[in-house]
């Protein structure tokens, strides 16, 4: 392995390391709604420092790594890790909102018991988890098959936001709460958004093809 | 100018055309609001393709230039053209969001007029305004004048949102009015945060300094 080699393979493991923070960061904002735990949710908004932190530093390395005049295919691969370290960094913003919201949702009776926030969140970290496997193994068939299970999330806020705002009419009182719940179904809806950004990036960078808004006609 | 700098000029080119069309999205679909204008909504809607197809037209040469090696600075500029594309390309996507909720918004009778929302959109407009000029011009003080402003939009964003939850309490048949104008409050507030994403590109691409999440000591 090439020195410039070994800086592509710490690139990626820096990207790992954000993707498993990230993923934690998710899984304890749901986990602090369900459970009703603030510490948990206290942690989160603590945590995303640091994953802050770790977007800057992966775009370091880019620039760095970036003026060493790579080949098309290393290139692709900065190019990839910037953007992906930008959607990861956001998954953790929304877990920050998450954890927010559920700290707010925790001072009050819980309207009922969660069934559909938590499905759509294992919906969405399972794209999430699926799209850092395809980037990790080069499984390209892996990313395209995660793109359209972002309907589904989608489906189900649309189909949530529609029975919270009936909610919120029948009764007025559950008003602030149901707010916060269609902002964290939004939340997690943008976090299978992200995943599906990334599993984008997985096939421009092995493939070199841009499918973002549509399949284009393969060259 | 050498040929790769007149491929740079073009990419700064681009850039602005995808930025006149974003801003022109914003400003119609305010309008599509206030005016009630179902037309420019649908056309704020439909021209979003050719936002998408342009971020994608930006990234297609980034690639093409960062593979000619160039120097830091070039670097540096063609980094940010890609994240700034990005950026336009999500303010196109809030654009968007405003148009379909104004759309329906214009099917019920008004609630009150729109003071709140056309000044908050004032303030993002000023932010996206200022942060393209201070692009151009490489003016970074203008740049960093800009970032502390999206705190005023923040503000205002969770000051309507605050009034729409009491209103909706008040008055339950305004409720399903009041979330539709919390979304477009929210799109908005996602505006001046590209605007200001786009001013910290602007501040790292003339002066190298990653300013992202709080300002770095100075090296």
Do not use: W
């Not at 420092?49 to 530093?57: F, S």
């Not at 880019?62 to 930008?86: E, N």
């Not at 995943?195 to 997985?202: G, L, Q, T």
């Amino acid at each position: 392995m090439t020195h410039f080699e070994s800086e592509l393979a710490a690139l990626k493991e820096k990207l790992l390391l954000m993707a498993s923070r990230a993923e934690s960061a998710v899984n304890k904002s749901i986990r602090s709604l369900v459970e009703r735990e603030d510490d948990l949710a206290r942690e989160v908004v603590q945590d995303d420092d640091y994953i802050d932190g770790l977007e800057k530093e992966v775009d370091e390395q880019v620039v760095l790594l970036l003026s060493k005049a790579p080949l098309a295919k290393q290139l692709r691969l900065i190019i990839s890790a910037s953007k992906i370290a930008r959607d990861l960094e956001r998954v953790g913003d929304e877990a920050t909102t998450i954890a927010r919201r559920a700290i707010e949702l925790n001072t009050e009776p819980q309207l009922k018991p969660y069934v559909d926030i938590p499905r759509m969140a294992s919906m969405a970290m399972d794209m999430l988890n699926g799209s850092l496997q395809a980037f990790t193994t080069g499984d390209t068939q892996l990313a395209v098959g995660i793109i359209p299970r972002d309907k589904g999330v989608d489906d189900l806020n649309r189909q949530l936001y529609r029975e919270l705002a009936s909610f919120m009419i029948e009764k007025p009182n559950t008003i602030t709460r149901c707010l916060h719940l269609m902002t964290i179904s939004k939340s997690i809806e943008r976090i299978a958004d992200h995943a599906k950004n990334i599993a984008e990036d997985v096939v421009y960078l092995y493939e070199g093809r841009d499918i973002r808004h549509g399949v284009s006609p393969q060259p």
